[in-house]
């Protein structure tokens, strides 16, 4: 087993595919991000080509980190689309979300169903009656039970001593007899009424079956008299919980389906979703996992290619360890890559600045993104260390990554960029090669006022 | 009162610590990585209990030798783990995950609203009043000596707690899901932009939690003995005391907790008195907690500038 390398030929290829084809890497169409009343980026139109560095610049507050957040997945754009690859990046309806939202539905239809049919009485009808008359608990004779209960079948009940014939919730007492065969006759002619008039819809009550079962009572035993309209009445109730359950479940199924549904379309741009499509970033205030150390953070950059389950995990399967050792090397590579090999067992936390920030780049390295968004990679640097950063931007375009830049040091944005994107409050008033935008005179406007 | 009392008390101090310990896992795990105090964890062990009785009436655990008590006892850790796993990972899915974004409180109250819908579970499930849970172990000492006993059920809850813990120690450290854990716990924005996914990061914490809890109320019923719908939010509760003296976030920190709690109980009972017992506990964690704001094991947190 071994482990996709970092940039892997079946991606360039994809990508080379798609730079040869016309279609750039990233294309934002019309990208508009408003929070409340306030437009943070208004119709912003970007291409950016496969191995290109580009550069998006533009005095604070022009929207440029909105304009990062939105294409990493972090913010969903009010209006307009961002597509890597040519796709845009959203989780997609996959069977399991099918399964899932079909699953919660019947969940919640069950539930609701259970609270119309009245569960008190159910339970009662199905679980508690086999407990008191002492019947073992086997699924199908609590299947049987659970079917009585809906077709306002009839059950015997042992109570001080004697036998009544009670409808399956076990309301309404029909009979009392003073021994089980008796009982259990007697329920039987009865069960035979109570069929009847399920079985023939719209058919009067029929009173000489009835009155057959009444010359059945003897005297003695028959402590209530069985009268037509409590049959009548029982299998009425029961129609009536039959209606309301079947309502339920369906009106539970569909608010259940409806809700997952609801709430997966809500998460559908996911940030994971779009590092997982090979778009990894890295932010203006340094977000590492600073408790963790140097190694242990790329290792997460490194977390989806590392295959095994838990299982695998717990107990060091082969393959959970290759992926481990592999992994490890591929970050070793990585931080070498950044110039970080000598401190992977440092905190991450306790680096200089600098190696922080370098740090935070060899994690998107080692995400395997064919596209890297840096956000201002050198802010707080002095002159020598920026020229080193330009440096290592430039490597990294030339391991065939693509690379997004948001960067204030013009110096570097002017050596390293393929072409450079001016914003100004939220608006894309230039784009062009360096030399271009530095000749721009709405650019100048921007950064010097118009009085310049 | 001879050392021997003394040590005895310890030792049951101990042994209930530790229970208590693996509650408080659920709870510090949970916090540690989405910022949830999930007040649903004790009453999901209630419920958990619920399943190890139903399970031992079922398969008739009560009457069967000793080689089968053994295996059932293990059979029924694993199939309550599972159960209260799962149930914890639903309720994350349906209750928690859409509100992932929303304000604290949200959650929190969602959280509430979970327990009490669970405690109306274990109503219906084992009715209102305490049910007795078979004794399955015998209480025969297994120490030559007077007044000092240590009994099979005590020697369960180390045989049971002790792995489970370093287990759970060994996963955080060592493996990636431990990694993505750490890592999301701190930043979940940075992890899933460097394409962890933080969803199943979290449902894997509940299921692991959910596991520990459900180990957690086999134990419990063969321990105590009894058990109610009820003993899920006062045994919660001391166990979400164990995590926030021992830091809460912090897996260590929930099983020192827990001892503390389960000595101080067992000795303040002892030797103040059983009504005080209470009372002694929250003093002490108020103490601590003036000194220690951030629990004994848990980092401050820094504030974010």
């Known amino acids: 087993m071994k482990l996709k390398p970092l940039f892997s ?444 | 009162m001879s050392v021997q009392f003394f040590l005895q008390q310890c030792l049951i101090g101990l042994t209930n610590g530790a229970l208590i310990a693996l509650v408080a896992l659920g709870y510090t795990m949970v916090y540690g990585i989405i910022g949830l105090i999930n007040f649903a964890h004790g009453d999901l062990i209630m419920l958990g209990a619920c399943l190890a009785l139903s399970l031992v009436t079922a398969l008739g655990l009560a009457t069967a030798g000793p080689t089968a008590t053994w295996l059932g006892i293990s059979l029924l850790i694993v199939l309550c783990g599972l159960f209260c796993g799962t149930l914890n990972v639903a309720v994350d899915r349906l209750v928690y995950k859409p509100l992932r974004s929303a304000p604290k409180l949200a959650p929190l109250v969602s959280a509430i609203g979970v327990s009490f819908i669970f405690m109306n579970m274990g109503l219906f499930w084992i009715g209102s009043a305490d049910r007795a849970f078979p004794e399955l172990l015998p209480s025969t000492n297994l120490l030559p000596m007077e007044g000092l006993q240590i009994t099979w059920k005590d020697l369960l809850v180390v045989i049971v707690v002790v792995p489970l813990m370093v287990g759970l120690t060994l996963l955080v450290q060592m493996t990636r899901l431990g990694k993505a854990m750490r890592a999301v716990s701190q930043d979940q924005t940075a992890a899933s932009l460097v394409g962890v996914d933080v969803d199943r990061v979290i449902a894997a914490t509940f299921f692991i939690g959910g596991f520990l809890g459900g180990a957690a109320s086999v134990i419990y019923g063969l321990y105590i003995n009894t058990i109610g719908f009820q003993i899920g939010f006062q045994n919660g509760l001391y166990a979400f005391t164990a995590a926030v003296l021992g830091g809460i976030g912090s897996i260590p920190g929930a099983v020192l907790g827990g001892l503390v709690i389960g000595l101080v109980r067992s000795l303040s009972s002892a030797y103040v008195g059983e009504r005080w017992t209470g009372a002694i506990v929250f003093a002490i964690l108020i103490v601590i907690l003036v000194f220690r704001p951030e629990g004994l094991l848990g980092r401050r947190t820094k504030e974010k500038v």
């Open chain 1, 9 to 452: 030929k079946a991606a360039n290829a994809a990508a080379i595919r798609a730079a040869s084809s016309g279609t750039p890497l990233l294309d934002v169409d019309r990208l508009s991000v408003r929070f409340g009343g306030l437009v943070a980026v208004s119709e912003l139109d970007l291409d950016v080509a496969q191995g290109s560095i580009v550069s998006l610049i533009g005095p604070n507050g022009a929207g440029k980190t909105t304009a990062f957040n939105c294409i990493s997945g972090i913010y969903a754009p009010s209006a307009g689309s961002v597509r890597f690859e040519g796709r845009r990046l959203e989780r997609s309806f996959a069977a399991s979300t099918f399964w899932g939202a079909m699953g919660v539905g019947l969940l919640t239809g069950l539930l609701f169903a259970a609270a119309a049919v009245d569960v008190d009485r159910l339970w009662l009808a199905v679980i508690k009656r086999g407990m008191i008359t002492g019947e073992p608990f086997t699924i199908a004779g609590a299947q049987a039970r659970l079917r009585g209960y809906f077709r306002a079948e009839l059950a015997i009940d042992q109570m001080a001593g004697k036998w009544r014939v009670v409808s399956a919730d076990g309301l309404d007492v029909l009979a009392i007899k003073r021994n089980l065969a008796d009982a259990n006759s007697l329920r039987d002619d009865l069960q035979a009424a109570v069929t009847a008039r399920r079985t023939g819809p719209g058919t009067v009550p029929d009173t000489s079956d009835l009155a057959d079962v009444a010359q059945k009572i003897p005297g003695q035993s028959s402590v209530l008299p069985v009268k037509e309209d409590v049959l009548d009445r029982l299998a009425a109730g029961k129609a009536r919980i039959r209606r309301r359950g079947w309502l339920g479940l369906f009106a539970g199924w569909i608010l259940g389906t409806a809700g997952t549904i609801a709430v997966w379309q809500r998460g559908r741009r996911s940030a994971h979703v779009v590092a997982q499509a090979g778009i990894s970033r890295t932010f203006q205030n340094i977000r590492l996992f600073s408790t963790m150390t140097v190694l242990e953070n790329v290792l997460v950059g490194l977390d989806r290619s590392i295959p095994g389950g838990v299982f695998g995990m717990l107990f060091r399967s082969p393959t959970n360890r290759r992926g481990e050792k592999a992994a490890r090397e591929q970050a070793i590579e990585a931080l070498k890559f950044v110039g970080l090999a000598a401190e992977g067992n440092r905190i991450a936390g306790q680096l200089p600045y600098g190696d922080q920030r370098r740090l935070e780049i060899a994690r998107a390295v080692a995400t395997g993104a064919r596209l890297i968004l840096l956000d201002e990679p050198a802010a707080g640097m002095n002159p020598s260390e920026t020229g080193e950063l330009a440096g290592l931007v430039e490597r990294i375009r030339d391991r065939g990554v693509t690379v997004l830049l948001i960067e204030h040091h013009m110096n570097v944005v002017m050596r390293v960029s393929d072409r450079v994107a001016v914003l100004d409050h939220g608006v894309k008033i230039a784009e062009g090669t360096p030399a271009e935008v530095k000749r721009n005179e709405k650019v100048i406007e921007a950064y010097l006022g118009p009085d310049a």
